[in-house]
């Protein structure tokens, strides 16, 4: 079977910046394909290319067949959009921005009204369907907003960060909506910049960054990628700036990559438990305090490390 998404080189500038440089991938029939990179790494405008929003500076994709550049309203009509911004009216209920919004795919009638309950069923908000979106938290919207995308039953459905500034719990509520959705056969493309999305969501994985498809395949096959090494990360106390650290630990024989974020740092080793104890010592030498240790086996993280000298979320 043909895959459902097929993108072939696509690229787009604003004036002279290149924001995506020919990117290429398939999507199977109902997988979950994730493009994982940092904040500004191209992600928001693929997708945005990939929904008929703006068009290519070259390149194309076509969705089921029908080409983004020859054909967008064959297009719109089998894909679902859950954007990065929430896109719905405050001053309506839950209930009044499904239907109108499935009025805009052009739905009506019983059918609207069926489709609406069994939505609101799906993202889990009955109990609170007539009330006003601007009482909503974050999460709740976020829940909304998927529901708007699946309304005309999509053949495949783009979520672009989706739990981005919301609470543990919701976040914990929107990823099993996407693995439930997967289930019933939807086929999901997922934009985010956490490793531990991508991990726990994606058949496959297309790590971008500048622009740029940088590797693609399952974490299996991505990971291999930096062999039997582990990832160090460092926690550090109060307000100390994690940039100096990690420069004054890329120096040590057990360190193969290194990169802060945040307050973090994180390494790339050969034997974490091996590592540690050096890699402790020469931040104290620092003056550095280290609140807490995670040392995990090779992720998706340490690949993109490997292959930019950089952390996801510098």
């Known amino acids: 079977m043909a895959p459902i998404l097929e993108a072939h080189h696509l690229s787009k500038k604003f004036g002279d910046f290149a924001a995506v440089k020919g990117v290429s991938f398939n999507i199977e029939r109902g997988e979950i394909f994730s493009l994982l990179g940092p904040n500004g790494a191209g992600?928001?405008?693929t997708i945005s290319m990939l929904s008929c929003l703006i068009p290519p500076t070259s390149g194309d994709a076509s969705i089921a067949g029908y080409s983004i550049s020859k054909?967008?309203?064959?297009?719109?009509?089998?894909?679902?959009?859950?954007?990065?911004?929430?896109?719905?009216?405050?001053?309506?209920s839950a209930r009044e921005n499904l239907v109108f919004w499935g009025r805009m795919y052009g739905m009506g009638g019983l059918a609207l009204r069926q489709r609406v309950e069994q939505i609101l069923g799906q993202i889990g908000l009955f109990d609170k369907a007539d009330q006003r979106v601007a009482t909503y938290s974050g999460g709740m919207k976020r829940r909304v907003n998927i529901g708007v995308g699946l309304l005309h039953r999509p053949q495949i459905i783009y979520?672009?960060?989706?739990?981005?500034?919301?609470?543990?719990?919701?976040?914990r509520n929107i990823l099993d909506t996407v693995k439930e959705l997967n289930q019933q056969g939807t086929t999901v493309l997922y934009t985010t910049h956490y490793m531990e999305e991508a991990q726990e969501l994606s058949d496959r994985v297309g790590i971008i960054d500048h622009g740029e498809l940088i590797a693609l395949g399952t974490q299996k096959e991505l990971t291999q990628m930096v062999g039997e090494q582990d990832v160090l990360r460092l926690h550090l106390s109060g307000e100390q700036p994690a940039g100096p650290l990690a420069d004054g630990l890329c120096g040590l024989p057990d360190v193969v990559h290194c990169s802060a974020a945040d307050h973090e740092v994180v390494l790339v080793v050969p034997e974490a438990e091996t590592a540690l104890a050096p890699v402790i010592t020469r931040a104290n030498e620092l003056g550095y305090k280290v609140?807490?240790?995670?040392?995990q086996e090779p992720n998706l993280e340490a690949v993109f490390l490997h292959l930019t000298g950089r952390a996801l979320r510098d």
Request: hydrophobic share 35%; proline share 9%; net charge negative.
């Open 43 to 45: 992600k928001t405008t």
């Open 71 to 92: 054909n967008p309203m064959g297009v719109k009509r089998l894909i679902g959009i859950v954007p990065q911004e929430i896109a719905l009216y405050d001053a309506f």
């Open 159 to 171: 979520m672009d960060e989706p739990t981005v500034g919301i609470d543990p719990q919701s976040r």
């Open 291 to 295: 609140s807490s240790v995670d040392m």
